[in-house]
């Protein structure tokens, strides 16, 4: 069975340009997160969506960071426009439901110059 | 904002020494998880723990939850080479109403030598 997906694996721009970041969660999952993972830190929650549905998004930057779940299966994370602080590692994960065990995918690595 | 913190940030072994991760906050816990991340991988769950005083083990690897669940350990006993990586712990607090909400601990870089 497959596991997470991300992409891009890798992306780097140059400030006050955008960026879009693309997941396709584990099947049947219901349950999907957005983290950022600093240099150095452990993975800080973004977002997290049940089905299409936004649950908590205190933690998301929403002056210049949106996300969409359109269908409740794949999901993009974007950042309007990028800063250098916003050089990270951007994590996707998938749950069956709310409290089940989380599944990460690979990350998308941005570099913002 | 509620904090979780791991101690050592960095070690440094040789193949065969033991070792023992810490993760700490002074908020309860309803549940914590450890994971492992390896480089340009994502963390990968290693066990959960739920119950004050547990001991779960897996292989090499034994986690303790602390008997008022605001404290863990992971001990590696006879560390290898596969061992390295960066281990994070992640807990959902009690008052935050919910387990899908996870905080993670900063991680501690284990590197093991031959």
């Known amino acids: 069975e497959a596991g997470v997906v991300q992409s891009p694996r890798y992306k780097i721009i140059e400030k006050k340009q955008p960026v879009a970041f693309w997941c396709n969660p584990i099947?049947?999952?219901?349950?999907l997160y957005w983290y950022r993972q600093n240099l150095g830190q452990g993975p800080e929650l973004l977002i997290r969506y049940e089905n299409e549905e936004a649950v908590d998004d205190s933690q998301l930057p929403k002056d210049r960071f949106s996300a969409e779940r359109l269908k409740g299966v794949d999901s993009t994370l974007k950042i309007q426009p990028a800063e250098l602080g916003d050089s990270a590692v951007y994590l996707c994960?998938?749950?069956?439901?709310?409290?089940?065990?989380?599944?990460f995918g690979p990350g998308t690595r941005l570099l913002v110059l | 904002t509620q904090l979780l913190e791991q101690s050592p940030q960095f070690l440094s072994i040789q193949e065969g020494e033991n070792l023992t991760v810490y993760c700490n906050s002074s908020s309860v816990f309803s549940s914590l998880q450890w994971y492992r991340q390896e480089p340009g991988e994502g963390p990968v769950l290693l066990v959960t723990?739920?119950?004050?005083?547990e001991v779960k083990k897996l292989k090499r690897l034994t986690f303790q939850f602390g008997d008022a669940r605001k404290d863990s350990s992971l001990h590696i006993t006879a560390a290898q080479p596969g061992d390295t990586g960066l281990y994070l712990c992640a807990g959902a607090f009690v008052n935050t109403g919910t387990a899908s909400k996870l905080t993670f601990g900063t991680g501690t870089r284990l590197q093991v030598t031959l």
């Open positions: 099947s049947g999952h219901n349950t």
């Open positions: 723990v739920v119950t004050g005083g």
């Open positions: 994960a998938s749950s069956s439901g709310p409290g089940q065990t989380q599944y």
